[in-house]
């Protein structure tokens, strides 16, 4: 079958994302909105477009008895959730397949055992892709401190239900477990609406390399990985794709462990399989599976030529994956950077405004994926991404080139962004190596004697920081 109206469940650059390809497809789009939102450039692209409520994303985006509704009463006969709100929701996904509609990704069974991260471990076990050492899910600080014990310091607690790096801790020595695990699952239980936590070793100075799969509920490929790295609070502020330190030998391990895991859920659609990466030791572990599309997903196009939101479309409407792995060749090197309204030398202050002017970068090899226009007011209820700037060249070395170039282009008047913050990683000797760990950003925001704003000079002129403003 073949759909013919789709309703986007979402909203800000990953709408617009969907829409666009929607649209290349021939399928006539409908955008669910709040009151925020009136003027987003979602709400101007689409083909339609209905308001679902207040501001306020739970009383909007995360009510998905409104989505269905808005679906039902426009005639669209599929569901595009994106990325966060509802997409990773397996009672959501369920209700919409009862409502007769059809949800592009997995089922809510599928989400449910792969979502909660202490279970997600459990399969990837069975599946034979290897975990980092660690306990199982508990309720009981005393019990957990006694399995920290067993693991051996530093250990990380995680949130079961967790994600975005809340419920989130490291835990150097015995003394401090406790109190941190207390935090970690008051945190958790007031984020997810569960507090149960479990134990990781934490791995120093590892990297975060992440595998893109799709699946059609039968078959499964790959599309190579994106290294994830360089995170503040644990959440990605720069990708790349492929990881360019990453041996030949160890990328098919890995990849073919995500493909594996997949099958083994009998998945469908877009997701990722995260893992942690020791380049010492070389070796890599499992952390996670999202069970959407990602942020990054971009880069994984760049070097692969393929539009995964299309083929989430095409699998969701009944159509088994269109090629074979052998079909996938990866080429060049491409970067994505996350654009956000937040002033990056004032401990990132969101800074939500009126863009007064907005020019993107253009040329070869760059792509922006964003929600702002010149005159666009930036609601303060949601996330402060703005958009993503990616950059696509034959090499990693001339893709931060190109991604420098791209950077002194863009001009954004009228709010703060990190646009300058990324500039100067352009130019950072370990980031032109590949030199960097998860921890890596953060230790180097704290050294980092950033000039304030006001005083800097046009790079353009004397290489220093581009403004942001």
């Given at each position: 079958?073949?759909?013919?109206?789709?309703?986007?469940?979402?909203?800000?650059?990953?709408?617009?994302?969907?829409?666009?390809?929607a649209?290349?497809?021939?399928?006539?789009?409908?955008?669910?909105?709040?009151?925020a939102?009136?003027?987003?450039?979602?709400?101007?692209?689409?083909d339609?477009?209905?308001?679902?409520?207040?501001p306020?994303?739970?009383?909007?985006?995360?009510?998905?008895?409104?989505?269905?509704?808005?679906?039902?009463?426009?005639?669209?006969?599929?569901?595009?959730?994106?990325?966060?709100?509802?997409?990773?929701?397996?009672a959501?996904?369920?209700?919409?397949?009862?409502?007769?509609?059809i949800?592009?990704?997995p089922?809510?069974?599928?989400?449910?055992k792969?979502?909660?991260?202490?279970?997600?471990?459990?399969?990837?076990?069975?599946?034979?892709v290897?975990?980092?050492?660690?306990?199982?899910?508990?309720?009981?600080?005393?019990?957990?401190?006694?399995?920290?014990?067993l693991?051996?310091?530093?250990?990380?607690?995680?949130?079961?239900?967790?994600?975005?790096?809340?419920?989130?801790?490291?835990?150097?020595?015995?003394?401090?477990?406790?109190?941190?695990?207390?935090?970690?699952?008051a945190?958790?239980?007031?984020?997810?609406?569960?507090?149960?936590?479990?134990?990781?070793k934490?791995?120093?100075?590892?990297?975060?390399?992440?595998?893109?799969?799709?699946?059609?509920g039968?078959?499964?490929?790959?599309?190579?990985?994106?290294?994830?790295?360089?995170?503040?609070?644990?959440?990605k502020?720069?990708?790349?794709?492929?990881?360019?330190?990453?041996?030949?030998?160890?990328?098919?391990?890995?990849?073919?462990?995500?493909?594996?895991?997949?099958?083994?859920?009998?998945?469908?659609?877009?997701?990722?399989i995260e893992?942690?990466?020791?380049?010492?030791?070389?070796?890599?572990?499992?952390?996670?599976?999202?069970?959407?599309?990602q942020?990054e997903?971009?880069?994984?196009e760049?070097?692969?030529?393929?539009?995964?939101?299309r083929?989430?479309?095409?699998?969701?409407?009944?159509?088994?994956?269109s090629?074979?792995?052998?079909?996938?060749?990866?080429?060049?090197?491409?970067?994505?950077?996350?654009?956000?309204?937040?002033?990056p030398?004032?401990?990132?202050?969101?800074?939500?405004?009126?863009?007064?002017?907005?020019?993107?970068?253009?040329g070869?090899?760059?792509?922006?994926d964003?929600?702002?226009?010149?005159?666009?007011?930036?609601?303060?209820?949601?996330?402060?991404?703005?958009?993503?700037?990616?950059?696509?060249?034959e090499?990693?070395?001339s893709?931060?080139?190109?991604?420098?170039?791209?950077?002194?282009?863009?001009?954004?008047?009228?709010?703060?962004?990190?646009?300058?913050?990324?500039?100067l990683?352009?130019?950072?000797?370990?980031?032109?190596?590949?030199?960097?760990h998860?921890?890596?950003?953060?230790?180097w925001?704290?050294?980092?004697?950033?000039?304030?704003?006001?005083?800097?000079?046009?790079?353009?002129?004397?290489?220093?920081?581009?403004?942001?403003?």
């Amino acid at each position: 079958m073949t759909i013919q109206k789709l309703l986007i469940a979402n909203r800000g650059e990953i709408a617009v994302r969907i829409i666009r390809a929607a649209k290349e497809m021939s399928i006539h789009t409908v955008q669910v909105y709040s009151e925020a939102d009136k003027e987003s450039l979602a709400v101007k692209l689409a083909d339609e477009a209905v308001c679902i409520g207040a501001p306020m994303a739970n009383q909007s985006y995360l009510c998905g008895d409104k989505v269905i509704d808005a679906a039902l009463k426009t005639g669209a006969e599929a569901i595009h959730p994106g990325y966060g709100f509802l997409s990773e929701n397996a009672a959501f996904s369920d209700k919409v397949r009862e409502a007769g509609l059809i949800f592009v990704g997995p089922s809510g069974a599928t989400m449910t055992k792969m979502a909660d991260k202490a279970k997600a471990r459990e399969t990837a076990m069975a599946a034979g892709v290897p975990v980092v050492p660690g306990s199982a899910p508990s309720e009981n600080p005393e019990a957990a401190l006694e399995q920290a014990k067993l693991i051996g310091f530093p250990v990380m607690i995680k949130a079961s239900a967790g994600g975005g790096g809340r419920g989130i801790r490291v835990i150097e020595k015995e003394a401090d477990f406790l109190g941190q695990y207390h935090q970690a699952s008051a945190e958790a239980k007031a984020a997810f609406g569960d507090g149960t936590l479990y134990l990781e070793k934490f791995i120093r100075q590892s990297r975060h390399v992440e595998v893109q799969i799709l699946a059609d509920g039968e078959n499964a490929v790959h599309l190579f990985e994106r290294e994830c790295s360089l995170q503040r609070r644990r959440q990605k502020v720069w990708e790349e794709a492929p990881c360019a330190v990453l041996p030949d030998l160890v990328r098919e391990t890995m990849c073919q462990s995500a493909v594996s895991l997949a099958k083994s859920v009998g998945y469908q659609g877009a997701g990722t399989i995260e893992f942690l990466y020791d380049d010492e030791s070389e070796s890599f572990y499992f952390i996670e599976m999202n069970t959407r599309i990602q942020v990054e997903h971009p880069i994984t196009e760049a070097i692969t030529g393929v539009d995964l939101i299309r083929e989430m479309i095409q699998i969701a409407a009944g159509q088994p994956l269109s090629f074979k792995q052998e079909a996938i060749q990866r080429r060049g090197h491409a970067i994505e950077i996350r654009l956000n309204a937040e002033d990056p030398f004032n401990n990132f202050m969101p800074f939500p405004g009126v863009i007064q002017s907005f020019t993107p970068p253009m040329g070869s090899g760059v792509r922006f994926d964003g929600l702002i226009y010149s005159g666009f007011a930036i609601p303060p209820y949601y996330d402060s991404l703005l958009g993503k700037l990616i950059v696509w060249d034959e090499d990693r070395e001339s893709a931060i080139h190109r991604m420098a170039r791209a950077l002194d282009e863009l001009t954004i008047e009228g709010v703060k962004t990190t646009q300058p913050l990324f500039r100067l990683l352009c130019d950072e000797p370990d980031v032109l190596n590949g030199k960097f760990h998860t921890a890596w950003l953060e230790q180097w925001l704290e050294t980092l004697n950033a000039p304030k704003p006001d005083t800097q000079t046009d790079a353009r002129k004397d290489c220093s920081l581009p403004q942001a403003s």
